[in-house]
């Protein structure tokens, strides 16, 4: 079987070019986010309350007024 190669193993590169492509990665992020940004947060959203809901430890935090021991 032949060995598996690193996909993110990056050349080397001018600053420039380097800049550049983290400039138009973080565009792309961006408008990424803003277009499905409803949908991101209803996943997520929806991905907590079901770990919340099946977490055996969680629970409500004690009253305030409770003493600690």
Known sequence: MTEDTDPFAFPDM?????VA?????EAF???FQ???GLQL???????????AYTDPTHSRPPPLNDPPF
């Open 29 to 31: 992020n961006h408008r």
């Open 14 to 18: 001018p600053d420039e070019a380097v």
């Open 41 to 51: 947060y209803r996943w997520y959203h929806a991905v907590a309350e079901r770990e």
């Open 21 to 25: 492509i983290d400039q138009v990665l």
């Open 34 to 36: 803003h277009h499905y």
